[in-house]
Every structure is written in structure tokens, then in C-alpha cells.
């Protein structure tokens, strides 16, 4: 089962065309969330993923699943960097930025949106869905489009097609160490 839910919404993180992403997994206490990450870290650490806890909840952990490498280069964007500099990640490094999300997880109400960056999203769409309160988006697919409606319906489509031929290999008995590409 969760490995079954990596397959299904980390097929474009494991085959290194999409920077991270994120899913919530069943799991009986914080104990067994620990174990099954590090299991997973274990496995997927040396193709360069890593998985980490964002927050947890009764039966439920959030998790990050993303790729270092893709994300360090993704914010050295200037639009990116900006973003992120607006809701306080300022001078800080890739680690210290990831925990800065996670406390902003723990402490607000509200889900802070900026994690789209985190996912590898165009900086103007999370910045159009932040600015938009979510509404008005010219497309929804992975996520809500506001700038370049084709670009990121390429993408999608590609996310899609990843994802399917990823599930198809997994069901036939590929391993999710075969299915990961190093990056």
C-alpha cells in the first residue's frame, strides 16, 4: 500500500522530471511514520530522493518527497527566489528553508501556499493563486494555472503519461528502486 502511494503521486519526482512532491500516508502513530521513511530513504537516498515528514496528524503523515539537486537549481530562479523571499525564507539555505516550511506548517491555521515552489510549480502561478485566494485560474490540472496555459498543459499531460507508465511497471513487479532514475 505504500509503496503503491509513492507510484501514484511520485511517478514524475521518481523518474527525475518533477523537483518534489507531496501525499499524505496512512500510518497507526508518528513511530511507524519514522520507520516507513527512513525505509523509503534507505532505498531511494542513493537515486537522490529524499522523504521527509511535513507535519502528522491523527493516523496520517504529510510527506515531502523531492529531489535536492532539482530543487536547489529550481530556486536559484530570480522570480523564485523573490517569492520565497516575500513570506520570509530570505538567506537561508535549502535545509534551513525546508524547516522554515515545516514550522510554517506546525504554527498556521493556513496552509502556507508558497509550497508550491517546493513542488517545482511556476513561480507565477503560485504567486497567481496566492494573490487570487485560489480563484480565477485560466486552467486546473496538477495545479492552478495563472501564467503560460499551454507550457502547463504539456506538462501535465507528461506528469500523466509518467504516472501511467509508471503504475503499469510497478504492477508487473518493478521495484521502486528499478523505477527511480538517478539524477
Same mark, same amino acid.
Given at each position: 500500500?505504500?509503496?503503491?502511494?509513492?507510484?501514484?503521486?511520485?511517478?514524475?519526482?521518481?523518474?527525475?522530471?518533477?523537483?518534489? =512532491?507531496? &501525499?499524505?500516508?496512512?500510518?497507526?502513530?508518528?513511530? %511507524?511514520? !519514522?520507520?516507513? $521513511?527512513?525505509?523509503?530513504?534507505? #532505498?531511494?537516498?542513493?537515486?537522490?530522493?529524499?522523504?521527509?515528514?511535513?507535519?502528522?496528524?491523527?493516523?496520517?503523515?504529510?510527506?515531502?518527497?523531492?529531489?535536492?539537486?532539482?530543487?536547489?537549481?529550481?530556486?536559484?530562479?530570480?522570480?523564485?527566489?523573490?517569492?520565497? =523571499?516575500? &513570506?520570509?525564507?530570505?538567506?537561508?539555505?535549502?535545509? %534551513?528553508? !525546508?524547516?522554515? $516550511?515545516?514550522?510554517?506548517?506546525? #504554527?498556521?491555521?493556513?496552509?502556507?501556499?508558497?509550497?508550491?515552489?517546493?513542488?517545482?510549480?511556476?513561480?507565477?502561478?503560485?504567486?497567481?493563486?496566492?494573490?487570487?485566494?485560489?480563484?480565477?485560474?485560466?486552467?486546473?490540472?496538477?495545479?492552478?494555472?495563472?501564467?503560460?496555459?499551454?507550457?502547463?498543459?504539456?506538462?501535465?499531460?507528461?506528469?500523466?503519461?509518467?504516472?501511467?507508465?509508471?503504475?503499469?511497471?510497478?504492477?508487473?513487479?518493478?521495484?521502486?528502486?528499478?523505477?527511480?532514475?538517478?539524477?
Amino acid at each position: 500500500m505504500a509503496e503503491e502511494l509513492i507510484i501514484n503521486h511520485c511517478s514524475p519526482t521518481l523518474a527525475g522530471i518533477k523537483t518534489g =512532491s507531496l &501525499f499524505s500516508a496512512p500510518v497507526k502513530n508518528k513511530s %511507524q511514520a !519514522i520507520d516507513m $521513511l527512513r525505509g523509503w530513504n534507505r #532505498k531511494l537516498s542513493k537515486k537522490g530522493i529524499v522523504f521527509l515528514p511535513l507535519k502528522y496528524r491523527q493516523n496520517t503523515v504529510l510527506v515531502y518527497a523531492y529531489r535536492p539537486s532539482l530543487l536547489y537549481k529550481y530556486f536559484e530562479n530570480k522570480n523564485v527566489s523573490e517569492i520565497l =523571499s516575500s &513570506f520570509g525564507y530570505a538567506d537561508m539555505r535549502l535545509p %534551513q528553508r !525546508i524547516s522554515f $516550511l515545516i514550522d510554517r506548517l506546525k #504554527k498556521d491555521d493556513e496552509f502556507p501556499h508558497e509550497i508550491g515552489l517546493f513542488l517545482g510549480y511556476p513561480p507565477e502561478d503560485v504567486l497567481g493563486f496566492i494573490k487570487n485566494g485560489a480563484a480565477n485560474c485560466k486552467r486546473l490540472g496538477c495545479w492552478k494555472v495563472y501564467g503560460d496555459e499551454e507550457s502547463a498543459l504539456k506538462t501535465f499531460k507528461k506528469y500523466e503519461k509518467c504516472t501511467e507508465i509508471y503504475s503499469k511497471l510497478w504492477n508487473k513487479g518493478r521495484s521502486l528502486e528499478r523505477l527511480t532514475v538517478a539524477v
